[in-house]
């Protein structure tokens, strides 16, 4: 009993040792093999392009305002309406510069009045220079006497050119009086829509300091795209080029255009200058965003745009039709050259080539060298099972 005890504890010993043996060789060379994640090369068109996210407005916008104070008697335009250029849009009460006038063309009469009785004092005094000068030529009269009359016939025409200069400034006057009550009647200074009613009837405009804004005319018939192109592309926007948008509430229907052109100068410049002029401060930080303004136009003849809509705008740099292309995860380190190492399957292992690449968007890049159609290349590895 004692012996086949001891048996079987030695052939147990033997077992676990052979099964601990056999599963170290299974760890050891029996470890599956690598997954990769791949991509197949294949020949379609591609696009390269900028995004860029931009402002729909009014290919042409006027704020409609007032250049002379009063109430707003009437507002003869409402929100939304359609105007023609001349057509009136509102009155301001015409009471004071009506006065104003009135007052401009008393003085007139004023000063032509003192300018027709200084005409009669100089007849009056030029009779009596000649009766003197007369006198004193048959040694007559005394030569005080003359230059007593010269004197006052020179001071009294000096006072005739001044009454005339108070003449033409009284008609200036007029003339003013004139324009501001033609401004208490506003028309429109173009065709358009009213986009903005901002003051109402019965309101009183000041127009001391700025122009209230009473009205804001708008063409909606073609809207102007402002795309804000960050300053790394930039320098790869030009005018002419093609974009395309779409806009948030039909992101299925694509605009289309061509840019007209970019803003010489970032639009922070401008935000800088009004921060300056309000507060005497800098503006922004040497390290805030800049962005320029490419600017392109659209036909909107059914109203789907809308001013202050944002647009996803996309420029198109370049295209090629029929292009070897494979995903842009495909590409490794890029070689001195240029070139870009991809890992390319062969024989189910991965081998590193070199390839030569052209256009790329943000999925895929063009390849000109180095793949070809129906090729798998390595974009990634499968995570190991936990």
């Known amino acids: 009993m004692v012996f086949s005890s001891r048996l079987r504890i030695a052939f147990g010993t033997l077992f676990v040792t052979a099964l601990l043996v056999w599963v170290s060789w299974g760890n050891q060379w029996g470890a599956a093999p690598k997954k990769y994640l791949t991509a197949t090369v294949v020949i379609e068109d591609i696009e390269e392009t900028v995004l860029a996210s931009g402002t729909v407005k009014p290919f042409q916008q006027v704020s409609v305002g007032a250049q002379v104070n009063g109430q707003l008697q009437s507002l003869k335009a409402g929100l939304g309406d359609t105007v023609h250029r001349g057509q009136l849009l509102a009155e301001i009460d015409p009471l004071l510069p009506q006065n104003e006038l009135l007052k401009a063309r008393a003085a007139l009469l004023s000063v032509r009045a003192q300018y027709k009785a200084r005409q009669a004092m100089i007849r009056q005094y030029q009779l009596d220079f000649r009766r003197k000068q007369s006198l004193v030529a048959s040694e007559a009269g005394s030569r005080a006497d003359l230059e007593i009359a010269e004197a006052q016939l020179q001071s009294s025409r000096a006072e005739l050119a001044s009454l005339a200069a108070q003449i033409s400034q009284a008609e200036i006057e007029i003339r003013i ?170 024989g189910g292992q991965p081998q590193t080539v070199l390839v030569t690449t052209g256009l790329r968007n943000d999925l895929n890049v063009q390849v000109l060298e180095g793949l070809k159609e129906h090729d798998e290349v390595v974009i990634g590895e499968e995570p190991e099972p936990q």
Request: hydrophobic share 40%; glycine share 8%; aromatic share 4%.
């Open 177 to 346: 009086a004139e324009v501001n009550l033609g401004y208490t009647r506003i028309s429109a200074p173009m065709d358009g829509e009213v986009i903005a009613v901002v003051t109402r009837q019965g309101q009183t405009v000041v127009s001391a300091q700025s122009v209230p804004t009473l009205l804001i005319l708008a063409r909606l018939d073609r809207m102007t795209v402002e795309a804000r192109i960050s300053e790394a592309d930039v320098v790869r926007v030009k005018p002419g080029q093609t974009v395309s948008f779409n806009i948030l509430g039909d992101p299925d229907r694509r605009f289309t255009s061509h840019i007209r052109a970019v803003e010489p100068a970032p639009e922070s410049i401008a935000r800088q200058e009004q921060s300056q002029g309000a507060s005497g401060s800098t503006g922004g930080g040497a390290d805030a965003a800049v962005y320029y303004n490419a600017l392109f136009d659209v036909p909107n003849d059914d109203r789907s745009l809308r001013p202050s809509m944002t647009a996803q705008v996309s420029v198109l740099l370049e295209s090629a039709q029929k292009a070897t292309t494979v995903s842009v995860a495909a590409l490794g380190r890029r070689a001195a050259d240029g070139r870009y190492e991809v890992r390319r399957m062969t």
